[in-house]
């Protein structure tokens, strides 16, 4: 089992960055997969970014040359570097843990098990 926390939300002006970390607690294990996601109000959960143990990526179309997953496996934490931020990026983000490795890091919600607690980022324009 891990144990999920997520940091590093804020307000930010369009155009600007922010850098979530998601700390994991317990054993990550050797084989899985990891992603954020993000909920606005009144719209679904989305998957925004995921990468496996090995380090392969997949990005949602909406972020892709703008955000960076990452992952330090030293810290057991998680990353989603934000960078140009837009008014429409504004959500709740969560990250996310599988132990079912993928080659390709899904970004289907019903894909992960545990889930942190979420960080508000709020981009204004």
């Known amino acids: 089992q891990v144990q999920l926390v997520e940091s590093g939300g804020g307000s930010v002006q369009a155009g600007g960055s922010l850098r979530l970390s998601c700390a994991a607690f317990?054993?990550?294990?050797?084989?899985?997969?990891m992603a954020w996601f993000r909920q606005a109000p009144g719209k679904e959960r989305e998957g925004v970014a995921g990468?496996?143990?090995?380090?392969?990526?997949n990005y949602a179309d909406s972020v892709k040359g703008r955000f960076t997953i990452s992952k330090d496996n030293a810290k057991n934490t998680l990353y989603l570097q934000m960078n140009s931020l837009r008014p429409e990026d504004s959500a709740m983000y969560y990250c996310?843990?599988?132990?079912?490795?993928?080659?390709?890091?899904?970004?289907?919600?019903?894909?992960?098990?545990?889930w942190g607690q979420g960080t508000q980022v709020t981009v204004s324009s």
């Open positions: 996310a843990h599988s132990y079912n490795y993928r080659r390709s890091p899904p970004l289907a919600d019903y894909e992960y098990k545990y």
């Open positions: 317990g054993s990550t294990g050797n084989w899985y997969v």
């Open positions: 990468i496996n143990s090995a380090g392969t990526t």
